[in-house]
């Protein structure tokens, strides 16, 4: 959909239309229609109006770095499988895949820690992959590992993408090159997502089991944005760390990232089990706290869209391992299917039965009483 000057196309249809406006940074957002009313809409306008954009540039508005940019055809399609939410239709709108689980680092956090068997997909699978979840309505392919960038032929990953959808990856920095970056861009590349356990290069290097990660990861950041791509600042969240949402900030704004996002750390992989490291009650107010009075960059709090929304696992987010499994969600290890022996449309009907979709606390925590 075209969007006039200073005015944006979200969704036109004969029972909703809505457009958003870019003033002072912020976004405005105007809904009409029957459906204009129902809670689905408003609860996802809301998570728009008023929100700082991420960037707006060349008649284009970047709501966020994981949200397609408007007006584009996989912003269409995000907002027609919304719709179509409403009548109770799923869409795995979001699918990360992880590439391959070879990786430099030792997360003492990692949800799919590397098995030591030197697992990948082979790119002809991804690619395959690929044409199938577009099939199916989604609209943000993520790519994931271990670490992606050490999978030579990502490049050609990311051009499969197409139009229909948007390609980012997730990186810990290391072997993200300015080589590298600038190939990603030319073949589609719309953001990238550099993982951060702290501000602070000490603490971060100790999560990440290697010193240099933090220096790796800023050098990341400045190569994404030489390359001409978005940038988001993955924050992982647990108790010990949230007394830095501050400094966090303080950090996205000053490399110039066009967003921060904070993640609450699950007691997965490496971590099951573990008691005491997810957020308190305390905590989770501290953290809305801050994000509803800090100014830009943007901020996007997975905490905050789960308590509002529920859980994406298994309704509009699938994960798929270097094996070829297909979980609900990177966090939840229970495979559903492979995608090396049957469709994923297969695949994603049959998790339609995963029991947590929509739960408002994730299943996987494990909160210390």
Known sequence: ????????VLYRGPLLRATASLQEGRVTVEVNGPLAHLRAIRSSMEMIDGQIAASAKEGSLFLSTWIPP????????????????????????????????ECPNKCVHCALPDSGQRMRLPPDAVKGLIRQIIDLGTTLVIFDGGEPTLYREL?????SVGDQAIATLFTSGAGFTADLA?????????AVNVSLDSPVPEEHDAMRGRIGVYREAMRAVENALSAGLLVNIYAVLRHRNISRLQEFHDLARRTGAHELTFFEVVSTGRWSGQRGVSLTGQDHAVLNAFV????????FSV???????????????????????????ACYPQSY????QEPVKKIWRR??????????LCPMRRRKE
């Open 70 to 101: 408007v007006p584009s055809l996989a912003f269409d399609c995000l907002a027609k499988s919304h719709i179509k939410a409403l009548a109770g239709l799923r869409t795995p709108d979001q699918v990360t895949i992880s590439i391959t689980e």
């Open 337 to 340: 299917g492979n995608i090396l």
């Open 1 to 8: 959909m075209e969007s006039k000057a200073g005015s944006y």
């Open 292 to 299: 509803s009075r800090a100014g830009a960059p943007r901020i």
């Open 303 to 329: 905490p905050e869209t789960l308590r509002r929304f529920g859980c994406f696992a298994g309704r509009n987010w699938m994960h798929v391992t270097p094996a070829g499994e297909v979980y609900p969600c």
């Open 155 to 159: 490049p050609e990953l990311v051009a």
């Open 351 to 360: 998790m339609g039965r995963f029991p947590h979709k929509g739960s408002r």
């Open 182 to 190: 600038r190939r990603l861009k030319e073949a589609g590349l719309y």
